[in-house]
């Protein structure tokens, strides 16, 4: 009976990016690691920041800590203060106050065969509006642009932090990859293409503190529509991409 209820809760159909983000606060809100587990892909990892210093904390050990720890004293709410939504992958910004905090959050979800998923999180507190926020991100993303007309390996990594994920949906299925067989990749296709010949119609970007998030939106040679959504963090080497999904989709309705 235990193991039944456990694998419904698992396997919960999230319809919108809000319920997913809904399930994520209420496993907050009850320190319950099973309910964080139907909210977030296994193999996302939170990344906070003081403005100096990231901090991974991968599932395992988030559910670990709420295993045998307590949820913190005081007021305990998660608010949705921002979202950009495609018809498979998501991002938004949250309120989220655990006590005596109040923390900027900034959650990367797609949308999977059995419903929305968080794949990834940034969070600092008390995070507030910075000009140079918005323009670090700009920077990163710019820089990953670089890259792709160039196939340029060396500089996607001038973009994307080792440690990120490249992520999309094939089917209905998670699929990701690392930033070196991204970089493989790009050797690969600089031997065959002078570059990727795409350039955005739309970008949106969003930051608090030192961390935030950019969607840009671009039309392929055969004129499908993509998208890209990141999680970008500042860092002693310069703002950077920690998390980084694409589908083919259609730019943000909202």
């Not at 139907?38 to 395992?60: E, H, K, L, N, W």
């Not at 509006?129 to 670089?146: F, I, N, S, T």
């Not at 999309?168 to 970089?183: C, I, M, P």
């Not at 039309?219 to 999680?231: C, F, K, M, Q, Y």
Request: charged fraction near 20%; proline fraction near 5%; charge should be positive.
């Amino acid at each position: 009976m235990l193991m039944t209820m456990f694998a419904a809760m698992l396997t919960q159909d999230f319809a919108t990016p809000g319920a997913a983000i809904d399930a994520y606060a209420a496993a907050i809100a009850a320190n319950d690691p099973v309910k964080l587990a139907a909210a977030f892909q296994p193999s996302a990892i939170m990344y906070c920041t003081d403005g100096a210093t990231v901090r991974a904390t991968s599932q395992g050990e988030w559910k670990q800590r709420m295993r045998t720890g307590k949820a913190p004293d005081g007021p305990i709410s998660t608010r949705i203060s921002w979202l950009d939504s495609g018809a498979t992958t998501s991002v938004a910004r949250t309120i989220s106050v655990r006590g005596d905090k109040e923390y900027t959050d900034y959650l990367l979800l797609a949308r999977l065969a059995q419903g929305w998923r968080i794949v990834g999180k940034l969070c600092q507190d008390r995070a507030r509006p910075d000009p140079g926020a918005d323009e670090g991100v700009r920077q990163a993303v710019d820089a990953k642009l670089a890259a792709d007309r160039a196939w340029d390996d060396a500089l996607l990594a001038h973009s994307i932090d080792p440690r990120a994920l490249v992520m999309t949906v094939e089917g209905g299925e998670f699929v990701a990859a690392t930033l070196a067989e991204w970089q493989a990749r790009y050797v690969a296709r600089r031997s065959t293409s002078g570059g990727s010949p795409a350039v955005p119609t739309s970008m949106v970007v969003d930051a608090r503190g030192s961390i935030g998030t950019a969607r840009w939106s671009f039309r392929g040679t055969d004129g499908s529509e993509w998208t890209d959504r990141a999680l970008v963090i500042r860092t002693p080497g310069g703002w950077r991409m920690f998390a980084l999904a694409f589908a083919k989709e259609r730019p943000s309705s909202n």
